[in-house]
């Protein structure tokens, strides 16, 4: 992705690190995980477990999944909570087992599939924490892996906020029924299960790194920052950090660079020169305007970065 500079600095030295060096301490406070979460206990017990074995204050969760349902669910760790929005709308990937009610040939099963690819229509299950209100959602893919019997093997890409369980089912009206037996989460957005940590690898980690100063577990907790890479970003000058990170809303003056593609109300992320996340930030111009006019660049949505990380400089105009 191709930056646009407003104007060429260097961070400043003496505060402010780049995530990479932080301690474990400041990680684990800023800090997310991709989990393997497993069957059984909910997405709110899970990210509780997690909050207990690391002793921390707060943590949170993007993406729900069923209490029988396995695979990736993002984690977040105290002060990285606040980047739940920017996690939320990411699109899924599944790989599941799909139970029909009634024998049925490959070539039928396949152009029923087919209906059910773009934007459909659906119904949130019974069991669900949303209004029953009907919505449209699309299916990137659904690709037939296997048929054993009346067993499907699939693997899909959706829009998040699908309903896999709803999915089958309303492809097994056109079948004669069917239900999904079996599901597994492999990927929300670019975070996938080949990166996906077991519990209980954390857990032991997290006991090495305080009994013996292991820091192993830095191989499990991702910085905040990996969390918004999907984001298109604002860097911002070490000058107008303080204001930023006290709500104050971003303006040009303030812009070193600009990744190029962004439009107004865009959701984006501010971030320092070292890489640091400041905040998360509703565009209020395209990347072109910000590269050409004066006034409001973007209105700061959350802060991430505590306050008094970055001391209160003179604006330098630019």
Not at 21 to 42: A, H, I
Not at 231 to 245: N, R, T
Not at 287 to 304: F, N, P, Q, W
């Amino acid at each position: 992705m191709e930056w646009l500079i407003r104007s060429d600095e260097e961070p400043a030295e003496g505060f402010g690190k780049k995530p990479e060096e932080r301690s474990v301490e400041e990680l684990l406070k800023n800090g997310f995980v991709v989990l393997d979460k497993w069957q059984g206990p909910t997405s709110h017990d899970v990210v509780a477990t997690v909050k207990k074995v690391l002793g921390l204050n707060k943590t949170g969760h993007a993406g729900t999944l069923d209490p029988m349902v396995s695979g990736v669910l993002l984690v977040t760790l105290e002060n990285a909570c606040k980047v739940i929005p920017a996690l939320q709308g990411l699109d899924k990937e599944y790989a599941g087992v799909m139970h029909l009610h009634k024998e049925t040939d490959a070539k039928k099963l396949s152009a029923t599939v087919k209906k059910f690819l773009g934007d459909i229509r659906q119904r949130p299950p019974v069991r669900s924490a949303v209004a029953r209100k009907e919505r449209t959602r699309r299916v990137h893919s659904f690709d037939i892996l296997e048929i054993s019997g009346k067993d499907v093997l699939f693997k899909t890409s959706v829009e998040a906020g699908t309903y896999i369980r709803v999915l089958c089912h309303d492809i097994g009206k056109h079948l004669g029924g069917a239900h999904m037996s079996e599901l597994r989460r492999t990927k929300a957005g670019p975070f996938g299960e080949e990166q996906s940590v077991k519990m209980h690898d954390i857990a032991d980690a997290f006991v090495f790194w305080k009994e013996n100063g292991d820091d192993k577990i830095r191989d499990y907790v991702l910085p905040v920052e990996k969390a918004v890479d999907h984001l298109k970003k604002i860097v911002v000058k070490d000058s107008a950090v303080f204001s930023v990170a006290g709500g104050t809303p971003l303006y040009t003056q303030g812009i070193c660079k600009i990744r190029k593609g962004i439009e107004k109300d865009d959701l984006i992320a501010l971030i320092t020169l070292k890489g640091e996340l400041v905040a998360l930030a509703m565009a209020a111009m395209s990347s072109d305007e910000m590269m050409h006019r004066k006034g409001l660049a973007a209105k700061t949505d959350r802060v991430i970065m505590e306050k008094g990380v970055y001391p209160k400089m003179r604006q330098h105009y630019g």
